[in-house]
């Protein structure tokens, strides 16, 4: 079907039995003449079935407001879903917001001016739901408009914009920010023909001349960036609509709810991914749509009157946030948690996806809109996950893995793993070194460990001293001072591993060997001559403790008063001589 060449600017619209398609006037005639007997002999124009895969069974194309089918939704029972949205646009004042008249709509941020448009052309209301698929990913847009005065051939653009190129400024009437247009972006041109039972859509992207595929502007005479000259067709399995054949009573209006006359109401369906606009194997989102009017028979972009903005995105995709925190935080230890997020319905191309978070971390992953994501952890060992939930309530945890997993379309999840650190505790005892084994208090230990950790223990009565709150790790163990009476067997540091969660009052704290005193003891031998200068004796003290820690070698005389003395000796065998002058 060949679609001829669009002007610039501001056009005037061609008779009712011509129209920018290559269509006969006399099919023309037949077209209107055999729709016209049906309604005058009270016969309904059937409607098509409603399009394949909507997961509302959304009813798109009867011209009503009413669901006609038991099981179906149509805009009177969608109204409450946040995805339906309601604009209204004023109408018949010089004060209504457009396109300005005369510029090319080939530019990327087109001048918003106020005018009265045609009333044919007048939009009072537009309306809009979308839905997605979370089967097949299909992503759904409906669409209805209603005009200050009946229309039959009514033609529309709905513009879909990315917005990834910043703003072009506000309507000056309703003050919403218009969205440059990007390379990617869609406009889709709809006709109601023959009274508003023959639709035809067609798509246009806009581009900034670089697809090899559509390098050139529909309006041939335009430069890039502009809507590019490659138009999609789309069939009846990827799109439908109606206008209204009959007056609709205010009763049965869930948009404006007011009588409207046969004419004043359109509405149509696009399965999006069928038509290309938002693929099932790739996260697209379009965040600003653009309601525009359009002269009947009018080319696409040339002839637009009156104008809605409606910021409210449509995408096949939703956020997963996976967020960390630990028990206590922050974390003494900085360490990294690994996860592994997984979902295949619809595919995603991107998982499984691998990251790594410390405390209060997050990743955010864009996903088709799905329920069977799941995310595992690896647990470290001085570690254990101890929750994880999802703000939307979804989610079952089996085994450190978090399954079946809600994402909603346009909407972020976050689900929050919490783990708290496996602490231990290091108890120390403390005994002496005889056979007896006594538990000795009043000693002195100092414990260091990972992070620059560092503490002083004293035994008690019991001979043991504890520490715990300790992360897992090795530790060192130093006894620093001995009991009184006492001397320390081993002055050098042990090692000692946590590596079991425990409390100094629960559990199994892990210990080093038992730390062993040996007492000591004070020796003394003396002479002293009974008779001043009578005698002179000699002292002499030798030997060396069992252990050999401690020897005496000393000796003293001949005098009349010698001696040797000797502390803190170690057990062993001592020999003290004592030599009198004769």
């Known amino acids: 079907m060949s679609v001829p060449e669009m002007r610039g600017g501001k056009g005037k619209s061609p008779g009712r039995g011509t129209h920018r398609f290559l269509r006969s006037k006399r099919t023309w005639r037949v077209l209107v003449a055999g729709a016209a007997a049906m309604l005058a002999l009270g016969i309904a124009i059937p409607a098509m079935a409603v399009l394949n ?33 309601h604009l209204t646009d004023l109408s018949s004042t010089t004060g209504d917001d457009s396109f300005k008249p005369g510029q090319k709509q080939d530019t990327v941020c087109p001048v918003i001016a106020t005018n009265k448009n045609p009333p044919k052309d007048d ?11 979370l089967t097949s990913g299909d992503t759904f847009l409906y669409g209805a408009t209603i005009r200050f005065t009946p229309n039959g051939n009514a033609s529309e653009n709905v513009e879909l914009n990315k917005g990834t190129s910043g703003n072009c400024g506000t309507d000056p009437v309703t003050g919403v920010t218009l969205l440059k247009r990007t390379p990617g972006d869609k406009l889709i041109a709809i006709d109601y023909l023959n009274g508003g039972t023959n639709v035809h859509f067609n798509v246009l992207t806009w581009i900034d001349g670089t697809d090899p595929n559509n390098p050139t502007c529909f309006v041939k005479t335009d430069a890039v960036p502009c809507w590019g000259a490659s138009v999609q067709s789309l069939s009846a ?30 509405e149509f369906g696009v399965n999006l991914t069928a038509a290309g606009i938002v ?32 910021h409210h995105n449509i995408t096949n995709c939703g956020n997963l946030v996976v967020k960390k925190v630990t028990v206590p935080s922050p974390d003494p230890t900085n360490t990294s948690f690994p996860f592994t997020l997984n979902g295949d319905n619809p595919p995603n191309a991107s998982l499984p996806k691998s990251f790594s978070l410390t405390n209060g971390g997050s990743n955010s992953t864009q996903v088709f809109a799905a329920s069977d994501f799941s995310v595992a952890e690896t647990v470290p060992s001085n570690w254990v996950l101890t929750s994880a939930t999802c703000d939307n309530g979804s989610g079952t945890l089996t085994t450190n893995t978090l399954s079946n997993i809600s994402v909603a379309v346009d909407k972020t999840t976050t689900c929050t ?5 496996q602490l231990g505790a290091i108890k120390v005892t403390k005994t002496s070194s005889k056979a007896a084994a006594t538990p000795l208090s009043g000693a002195g230990f100092s414990v260091t460990g990972p992070g620059g950790f560092s503490a002083s223990l004293t035994t008690g009565s019991d001979g043991t001293a504890c520490v715990d709150n300790l992360s897992f790790g090795s530790y060192t163990v130093t006894e620093t001072q001995a009991p009184s009476g006492y001397d320390i067997d081993n002055p050098n540091g042990v090692s000692v591993s946590v590596n079991r969660n425990a409390t100094c009052t629960s559990g199994t704290p892990n210990a080093p060997p038992t730390f062993t005193d040996t007492p000591l003891t004070d020796i003394a031998a003396s002479a002293t001559s009974e008779v001043p200068g009578g005698t002179q004796s000699t002292v002499t003290c030798t030997g060396t403790s069992t ?9 003293d005389g001949p005098k009349g008063s010698a001696s040797v003395s000797a502390t803190k000796l170690h057990p062993g065998t001592y020999t003290c001589t004592i030599v009198v002058d004769p």
């Not at 939009?123 to 698929?133: I, L, Q």
């Not at 379009?286 to 040339?302: A, L």
């Not at 793993?417 to 650190?421: A, G, L, Q």
């Open 53 to 85: 895969g909507s997961p509302s069974s959304f009813e798109a194309n009867d011209g009503n407001m009413i669901v006609n089918t038991t099981g179906n939704n149509d805009w009177n029972s969608v109204t409450s879903n946040p995805n339906y949205v």
């Open 123 to 133: 939009f009072t209301d537009v309306a809009s739901f979308n839905e997605t698929n």
């Open 237 to 266: 399995s990827a799109a439908e609509g109606q206008a209204s054949q009959a007056a609709i009573p205010a009763n049965q209006n869930g948009i404006s709810g007011v009588d409207l006359l046969a004419g004043e109401f359109a």
């Open 279 to 310: 693929p099932a194997n790739s996260c697209t989102a379009f965040p600003q749509t653009v309601w525009e009017s359009r002269s009947s028979g009018s080319s696409f972009v040339s002839s637009t009157e009156d104008i809605a903005l409606e």
């Open 417 to 421: 793993f919490t783990d708290t650190e």
């Open 547 to 555: 252990d050999g820690k401690t020897t005496v070698n000393s000796s």
